[in-house]
Every structure is written in structure tokens, then in C-alpha cells.
């Protein structure tokens, strides 16, 4: 059974930083993509950043040049670091893993965690 737990959320002030990280137990394809999400009030759920096992990365516009996604394969965690806060990255941020088959792939989710920035 595969699980991700994360940590690092939390209240910043604009301009500041914060670090989450996912760590994923479990087994998973060596094909898979690890990536973060978020969803703020009455927003739907979107891609912030994503890495791939082929050593690819992908953000979110409006997080370019300020957030960076990386990760540790051998311990199965995956990070995010997010520099120049603004009030607008007030979300819940959402850990994601994609296991990729031949035919098909399959999902999972950690549990969310706050990231809250505000003076």
C-alpha cells in the first residue's frame, strides 16, 4: 500500500520561504512522475510542480523562478521549495504521485498541508 505523508506547511510572512516535503512508502513503478498540487477557497485543484522519473520538470506559470521541485529517489521523497511567497500561494498543498504502467496509471495523494502567507 502505497502512502505519502507530508511536512513543512505552515504561516509565513510575504517574501519568505518554506520547504514541503512528501515522503512516499510503498512500492511504485520506476516510471512515475512526483509532484505537488494545490487548492485554495473555491478554487479547483491545480499543478504547481511536477518531476519526473526522466529527470523533467514542470510549474506552474505563476510560480516560475520561485518555486523549485526536486527529489530524493533513493528515499522516495519529494520536495518543495518555495521562495518569494506571495499571498496568492495561500493554498493547501496537495503531494502527488503518478505510477505509470504500460496501459494505465494510478494515483496517490497525501493528506494536504497548510501553507498560509499573510502579515
Known amino acids: 500500500q502505497v502512502q505519502l505523508v507530508e511536512s513543512g506547511g505552515g504561516l509565513v510572512q510575504p517574501g519568505g520561504s518554506l520547504r514541503l516535503s512528501c515522503a512516499v512508502s510503498g512500492r511504485i513503478n520506476s516510471r512515475n512522475h512526483m509532484g505537488w498540487y494545490r487548492q485554495a477557497p473555491g478554487k479547483q485543484r491545480a499543478l504547481v510542480a511536477i518531476s519526473t522519473s526522466g529527470g523533467s520538470t514542470d510549474y506552474l506559470d505563476s510560480v516560475k523562478g520561485r518555486f523549485t521541485v526536486s527529489r530524493d529517489n533513493a528515499n522516495n521523497t519529494v520536495y518543495l521549495q518555495m521562495n518569494s511567497l506571495k499571498p496568492e500561494d495561500t493554498a493547501v498543498y496537495y503531494c502527488?504521485?503518478?505510477?505509470?504502467?504500460?496501459?494505465?496509471?494510478?494515483?496517490?495523494w497525501g493528506q494536504g498541508t497548510q501553507v498560509t502567507v499573510s502579515s
Open positions: 502527488n504521485v503518478r505510477s505509470i504502467g504500460i496501459y494505465s496509471h494510478v494515483d496517490y
